[in-house]
């Protein structure tokens, strides 16, 4: 018979039946996490190394811009390539060309005298690649893992994120700062060529289109599919009104000097990760939820509430506390909404949705940064984190009332269908069991 504690450990720890159950997503998985440290270790280098190369604020956050176009237009392609392709092969070519950019900054960061166009190449050159890779790897593991382990799934993903965010920076930063940052470079080279060898062990993934020539005006299906589909609608709407609202990236600079705490914005960036993880690293009552649309509204009111809370903060603690909080409701809407996606999006569109997924990651930030700054500038950086806070509330409220469909979402009622079946109707489990 199963002692208390360990019931409590598994209602409590992450479920690990995804890693149990497939040897692919193990590897995939294990692909990710080893290539998303590596990378932190190059975005951490490629803005430090501009700087000083430069000396030009400008200059750093120009890579902001060289990579967002490319981001959202490969992202999009991606999309469309993921339902035409095999997705192993689109990922691991991805991967490939990933390491040969890795190698192009570590050969520049050798010379004498380093040139600053390659870092911006690297950059704007990586982005469009990962646009391409993103919808491509998301739309595998609804292939890899049995339908009542998807959201089980979805959190062992977020947790790798979630720690990457909270230690990858901080170690890079140790290395750059003892072995210089060639060394940073060296070490995202070497997770990719790691990260290639795993993704080259997984079975191939291949889609029933693969004989049709990928177009970008295929993405158009996958928006008619997605206005056809309110709950889907939902989704997207609740994670736009939790980045566009209540994501006050671009005030922590400002609110650390209001509160006299130069010394925390370090940690405002950093919270909402530790939140993430926190959610992340207690996520075992995640598999017990079958209603899945009502946590990603919830959530979203959550974020907004304490976002709300965190303008009438007397001091930095409140602050990080409020953001910690936000962070972890972040983490739970994530979740469920990448659970519906492939719960009960058909294969054949699995691609395109993660391609919407990306544009809207993208954009919601963007806007977000824009809207904060904005009314920060003409009513102060409490009111910005007060009217943020509170319309992301109101919309989670009226999202709730004005989309039934999403509130009463029930994964019970949604199977993974097949890449021909575009209906609404449930349909058999996804491919599983152990690579040829």
């Given amino acids: 018979m199963t002692s208390a504690p360990d019931r409590f450990r598994s209602r409590l720890l992450p479920d690990t039946a995804p890693w149990r159950s497939s040897r692919d997503f193990r590897l995939t998985w294990t692909a990710g996490t080893v290539t998303l440290f590596g990378s932190i270790f190059t975005m951490t280098a490629i803005p430090l190394q501009i700087a000083d190369l430069t000396g030009s604020p400008w200059a750093v956050g120009a890579v902001g811009a060289v990579e967002l176009v490319p981001a959202v237009l490969f992202g999009l392609y991606g999309g469309v390539l993921a339902d035409r392709a095999d997705r192993r092969t689109v990922a691991l070519v991805s991967e490939v060309a990933l390491a040969a950019l890795s190698a192009l900054l570590l050969a520049d960061a050798l010379l004498d005298t380093p040139a600053v166009w390659p870092l911006y190449v690297a950059a704007g050159l990586a982005a469009a690649l990962q646009g391409v890779q993103q919808p491509a790897v998301e739309a595998m593991v609804p292939r ?89 609608i939902g989704t997207y709407l609740a994670d736009l009104a939790a980045t566009v609202f209540a ?57 907004g509430a304490t976002t709300a809370a965190a303008a009438f903060a007397p001091g930095p603690w409140t602050v990080l506390l409020c953001l910690v909080v936000a962070g972890s409701a972040h983490w739970i809407g994530d979740t469920f ?37 904005g009314l920060a500038a003409r009513q102060g950086i409490r009111a910005a984190l007060r009217t943020g806070g509170l319309l992301c509330f109101g919309s989670a409220a009226v999202l709730s009332a004005a989309v039934p469909a999403l509130w009463r979402y029930d994964q019970r009622e949604h199977r993974v269908r097949s890449a021909t079946d575009t209906s609404t109707a449930p349909s058999a489990e996804p491919l599983t069991g152990p690579a040829p």
């Fill in 144 to 232: 890899l893992v049995p339908h009542d382990q998807l959201v089980a799934a979805g959190a062992l993903l977020s947790l790798r994120w979630s720690v990457g965010g909270v230690v990858g920076p901080a170690a890079a930063g140790l290395l750059i700062a003892t072995a210089g940052v060639p060394a940073a470079f060296l070490v995202d080279l070497g997770t990719f060529l790691l990260s290639i060898a795993l993704l080259a062990r997984v079975r191939p993934v291949p889609s029933e289109r693969d004989a049709e020539k990928p177009r970008l005006g295929a993405f158009v299906e996958g928006a008619r599919y997605a206005a056809r589909r309110p709950d889907l």
């Fill in 247 to 303: 994501l006050p990236t671009a005030l922590f600079p400002f609110l650390a000097v209001e509160l006299n705490a130069t010394w925390a914005l370090g940690l405002f960036y950093s919270a909402g990760a530790v939140g993430s993880l926190i959610a992340a690293a207690t996520s075992g009552w995640t598999g017990r939820v079958h209603r899945h649309g009502r946590p990603v509204v919830l959530s979203a009111a959550l974020v």
């Fill in 337 to 373: 909404r990448s659970a519906i996606w492939n719960q009960s999006v058909p294969d054949g569109l699995r691609g395109r949705a993660a391609g919407w997924e990306m544009l809207i990651g993208a954009a919601g930030p963007a806007l977000g940064d824009l809207r904060a700054g």
